[in-house]
């Protein structure tokens, strides 16, 4: 079930104009395009915790969306501005990611989900959990995060 209360988790947001060339006949942001936004927040949310797609590559993973989860609450339109939040929710046996599209006043327009499964680089094999170096820089960076609460 996709939530919005992101109070609990690791989370980044990117803003945005829903750009002319993303609408469709109908004049609202063409559904497809949406996973591009959720792909900015995913990817802002991952640098965060220093496991980027780069850094992933490296440790030799490589984490193919193996599910998504959509719900379209209102359509986008021309030149909406809008904040795209991503919220780490599981990290441990996959990567499952929230992400909520809101308006400057709060109003839910889109809630979401992506789950990202781990395989091995050079052989493509499925993993079963997470590599021990993403489960260690997320509890590094939620320690981070607390340390910086105490404060």
């Known amino acids: 079930m996709i939530k919005t209360d992101f109070s609990n988790c690791l989370t980044a947001s990117v803003d945005m104009r829903a750009p002319f060339f993303d609408l469709d006949p109908a004049g609202v942001v063409w559904h497809g395009r949406y996973f591009q936004y959720f792909e900015l927040a995913r990817c802002a949310l991952l640098e965060g915790i220093n496991y980027s797609y780069e ?19 209102r359509p986008l ?12 929710r599981e990290w441990e046996m996959r ?6 599209i809101e ?3 709060g109003e839910i ?4 989900r992506t789950v990202q499964v781990p395989v091995e680089a050079d052989t493509l094999a499925l993993t079963l959990g997470s590599p021990q170096i993403l489960i260690d820089t997320v509890e590094q960076r939620l320690l981070e995060l607390g340390k910086q609460s105490e404060k």
């Open 55 to 73: 850094d992933m590559e490296n440790s030799g993973y490589l984490w193919p969306v193996a599910d998504t989860e959509v719900r379209f609450v």
């Open 77 to 88: 339109t021309l030149n909406q501005k809008v904040r795209v939040t991503a919220c780490l």
């Open 95 to 100: 990567i499952v990611v929230d992400y909520k």
């Open 109 to 112: 327009y889109t809630k979401a």
């Open 103 to 105: 308006d400057e006043l």
